[in-house]
């Protein structure tokens, strides 16, 4: 792994290679650098040479071409601020409701990057597309997923109506620094505010279609089941497709079991509401039952982007609980309950996060 500091990361799995930054390394900065962005790897990294082109086609579209070049000579340069987050992530907490499947993410499938790349929707409409809006853009990677213990290409799709909107990117650098392999060099596919899925690496094909991508990680995998599926022999068709996220934050310092003092403890995390902004982040030390509102400590930001905050507290001898909830400015909030959102799959772990700390 190029530019990769281990001592820096809870490693989740070696092959394929997942790995999610310690919580009080992820909250350094607002700005997430690559050598601190979580990787998420659904089989080998591939190594693709500098002049990879992707190739454009499909129903409508012009065929074509294009390498990194070509996208830097012929397209205005984009730069956007936009947190990316794994579907799993904070998975491990919906443990204490049941076992799920997938790797067990703590807080740190998630990165607040600045992202470097051109309007998908700016080459689209160089190659064709006109007015039309109805249909699916599909990627196509150079990578291979494992899905029900079959190996297939990666691939997904999204709407192309969400692909038109100007802000899905192709990215090649991630904070004005080229992409690393393990983060989709040469180049990939930037989603705002969708689950990192939709955001593919290694990109070897855009196409545009009339319907989803039949692909089995489009297809069976990465949906959402309620709590009384168990995952076997299920429907896939009848599961939700993830794609928007919701409003989520977690505590970052102190960490889940750590040590500290008793008396004022300062408390930091992330909070975020794709398309909208956080309106407020509270905390509880009593369970719920009484709450402070935390300070934020990143002012200016964008709606895709999360936001750090920080509450100072008293914390008393002995075993300490510490929940947060974020609240967006449309008033919608995260469930109390990991039992609330609990599913097989382990997705979209939404509920108040708890951590306990050990006072002495």
Not at 254 to 283: H, K, M
Request: charged share 25%; glycine share 8%.
């Amino acid at each position: 792994m190029d530019d990769f500091n281990e001592a820096d990361f809870i490693i989740q799995q070696r092959e394929p290679f997942n790995a999610e930054p310690l919580p009080s390394r992820l909250i350094e900065r607002y700005l997430t650098p690559q050598a601190l962005l979580y990787v998420r790897s659904h089989g080998v990294i591939p190594h693709l040479a500098d002049d990879h082109a992707i190739r454009f086609g499909g129903n409508g579209l012009r065929d074509a071409d294009l390498t990194l070049a070509q996208f830097k000579a012929h397209f205005a340069e984009r730069r956007i601020v936009a947190t990316m987050q794994c579907a799993g992530n904070r998975r491990a907490d919906l443990q204490s409701a049941g076992k799920t499947n997938g790797d067990p993410w703590e807080v740190g499938a998630i990165g607040n990057v600045e992202w470097t790349g051109v309007s998908l929707a700016e080459v689209l409409s160089e190659l064709g597309i006109g007015d039309r809006r109805e249909g699916y853009i599909a990627c196509t990677a150079a990578d291979a997923d494992k899905v029900e213990g079959e190996t297939h290409p990666y691939e997904i799709s999204i709407s192309l109506q969400r692909a038109m909107t100007g802000d899905v990117l192709i990215a090649w650098a991630i904070g004005g620094e080229p992409l690393s392999p393990a983060h989709g060099a040469p180049m990939r596919l930037v989603v705002p505010g969708y689950a990192g899925v939709r955001s593919v690496k290694w990109v070897t094909r855009i196409e545009l279609r009339d319907e989803p991508s039949a692909a089995p990680i489009q297809a069976r995998d990465y949906k959402l089941f309620p709590p009384d599926e168990d995952g076997r022999d299920v429907d896939w068709s009848k599961g939700m497709v993830i794609e928007a996220m919701p409003v989520n934050s977690a505590i970052c310092v102190p960490r889940n079991g750590e040590i500290v003092g008793a008396g004022p403890l300062a408390v930091t995390g992330y909070a975020l509401a794709y398309g909208r902004r956080v309106a407020r982040v509270d905390l509880s030390i009593d369970g719920g039952q009484q709450w402070a509102q935390a300070q934020f400590i990143d002012q200016e930001t964008v709606p895709d982007a999360w936001q750090r905050w920080r509450c100072d507290i008293d914390v008393a001898p002995g075993q300490n609980e510490i929940v947060v909830r974020a609240v967006d400015d449309a008033g919608q909030s995260q469930p109390e309950r990991a039992e609330d959102v609990w599913n097989f799959a382990g997705y979209l772990s939404t509920a108040w996060h708890r951590i306990t700390v050990d006072v002495r």
